[in-house]
């Protein structure tokens, strides 16, 4: 891994491990590597391989939690820390009842030199989620303008359950203790990055979080806690991937912009953003 070019594209230098030093990692991630799936929109699905998720961070993309979170827990072990993979199950709904669905790969942090038996939640894959690492010890937790909850999971015994902000894009996600293999999301990938059906393939979407809140864009609708804009052209819609969530239009071809400027068009004209991502 080129530990040297991730700590780059994160703006940060190398350190040793410490609570701090996984706040600044954690953070910087959240600001600096948007959630966004654009690959999808052209059917062609980005690999799980976290060496292939960290060499598309480092080309200035972004990714689903899959490879978020995949890139971050090798960056992560790369710098000395003890990291662990679990399955997730992300609830997008309150009709979506809670389970280990795997449509969400969770990282769990032990062994920090403040406190070797605490263990903390670290997440840099959940699009508006939270912006530092949260302690696995049931309570409340505030960041910002949102208040999280952290308990024991009632699906996945000995797991934990993390409540959203009733103002989050999701209602919260469980996770499952032991420990998960990239191989284990494989057949849930294909149904999220391939079915018709997926909100994933129904809804273009970026994202990005930092301390004071989170930057959404839906098809065409640029969103930050309720200031709408709608962007009316591919000018105004690559410049805002580029200015908010650093998505540059040279890493795309011309005819893969047209296709995803149709295909955005299409997604805002039938409201899909209206919708609640199916997962």
């Known amino acids: 891994m080129d530990v040297l070019g991730y700590l780059a594209r994160l703006g940060l230098e190398r350190e040793p491990p410490s609570l701090a030093a996984l706040q600044r990692l954690q953070a910087a991630h959240v600001e600096r590597v948007p959630y966004e799936m654009l690959d999808l929109q052209f059917g062609q699905p980005p690999s799980l391989d976290p060496s292939a998720s960290t060499a598309r961070i480092?080309?200035?993309?972004?990714?689903?939690?899959?490879?978020?979170?995949?890139?971050?827990?090798?960056?992560?072990?790369?710098?000395?820390?003890?990291?662990?993979?679990?399955?997730?199950?992300?609830?997008?709904?309150?009709?979506?009842?809670?389970?280990?669905?795997?449509?969400h790969l969770a990282l769990t942090i032990t062994g920090l030199p403040e406190d070797p038996e605490a263990a903390w939640l670290v997440d840099v894959g959940l699009g508006d989620g939270f912006h530092l690492p949260l302690q696995l010890r049931e309570g409340s937790y505030d960041q910002g303008r949102y208040t999280y909850r952290i308990r024991p999971s009632e699906v996945a015994p000995g797991g934990w359950r993390f409540d959203h902000?009733?103002?989050?894009?999701?209602?919260?996600?469980?996770?499952?203790?032991?420990?998960?293999?990239?191989?284990?999301?494989?057949?849930?990938?294909?149904?999220?990055?391939?079915?018709?059906?997926?909100?994933?393939?129904?809804?273009?979407?970026?994202?990005?979080?930092?301390?004071?809140?989170?930057?959404?864009?839906?098809?065409?609708?640029?969103?930050?806690?309720?200031?709408?804009?709608?962007?009316?052209?591919?000018?105004?819609?690559?410049?805002?991937?580029?200015?908010?969530?650093?998505?540059?239009?040279?890493?795309?071809?011309?005819?893969?912009?047209?296709?995803?400027?149709?295909?955005?068009?299409?997604?805002?004209e039938g409201h899909a953003s209206d919708e609640v991502i199916n997962a």
């Open 58 to 103: 480092l080309q200035g993309r972004g990714g689903g939690c899959y490879h978020l979170n995949g890139a971050f827990s090798a960056l992560l072990r790369e710098l000395g820390y003890q990291v662990t993979r679990h399955l997730g199950g992300v609830q997008h709904s309150t009709e979506d009842p809670p389970k280990i669905s795997r449509n």
């Open 165 to 268: 902000d009733p103002a989050g894009a999701f209602v919260g996600f469980d996770v499952a203790p032991g420990v998960a293999k990239m191989a284990d999301f494989a057949e849930k990938w294909v149904w999220l990055s391939t079915a018709p059906e997926s909100g994933f393939v129904r809804l273009c979407m970026l994202m990005r979080r930092d301390a004071t809140g989170v930057d959404t864009l839906k098809a065409l609708t640029l969103n930050r806690h309720g200031a709408e804009e709608i962007l009316e052209s591919p000018e105004a819609w690559w410049t805002a991937a580029g200015d908010v969530f650093g998505i540059q239009r040279t890493l795309f071809t011309g005819d893969e912009r047209d296709r995803l400027w149709q295909r955005l068009v299409e997604q805002h």
